[in-house]
C-alpha cells in the first residue's frame, strides 16, 4: 500500500509560478510511473504530466511549455514545475503512481493522493 502526500499548492497571480511536490511512502509497494492530474469545478478530472521511473514525459497540450514533471527515485518524490500560470490552471490538483510504466494506457493510476488546490487570480 503506498501513500502520496502533496504539498505546495496555494493562490498565485497569474503569470506567476508554483511548485507542487508529491511524496510516496509506504511498505512493499513498487512505483513505475507518477503523475500529475488536476479537476477545475464541474469540470472532470484530467491528467496534466506524467513521468516514468527512467525518466519520460508525458503532457498534457494545455500545459506543453508552462509546465514541467521531474522526479527524484532516491526520494520516491515527485514535482511540478508550474510557469506562466493562467487562471484557466485553476483545480485542485492531484498525485498519482502506479507500478506500471503507462498506466494511462490501461486504465489509469492506482494510488491517489487527496489533492492541493492551486488558485490563479486574473
Known amino acids: 500500500q503506498v501513500q502520496l502526500v502533496e504539498s505546495g499548492g496555494g493562490l498565485v497571480q497569474a503569470g506567476g509560478s508554483l511548485r507542487l511536490s508529491c511524496a510516496a511512502s509506504g511498505s512493499g509497494f513498487s512505483i513505475n510511473a507518477m503523475g500529475w492530474y488536476r479537476q477545475a469545478p464541474g469540470k472532470q478530472r484530467e491528467m496534466v504530466a506524467a513521468?516514468?521511473?527512467?525518466?519520460?514525459?508525458n503532457y498534457a497540450d494545455s500545459v506543453k511549455g508552462r509546465f514541467t514533471i521531474s522526479r527524484d527515485n532516491d526520494k520516491n518524490t515527485v514535482y511540478l514545475q508550474m510557469n506562466s500560470l493562467k487562471p484557466e490552471d485553476t483545480a485542485v490538483y492531484y498525485c498519482?503512481?502506479?507500478?506500471?510504466?503507462?498506466?494511462?494506457?490501461?486504465?489509469?493510476?492506482?494510488?491517489w493522493g487527496q489533492g492541493t488546490q492551486v488558485t490563479v487570480s486574473s
Open positions: 498519482a503512481a502506479d507500478p506500471r510504466q503507462r498506466p494511462w494506457m490501461w486504465g489509469g493510476f492506482g494510488s
Open positions: 513521468i516514468t521511473r527512467g525518466g519520460s514525459t
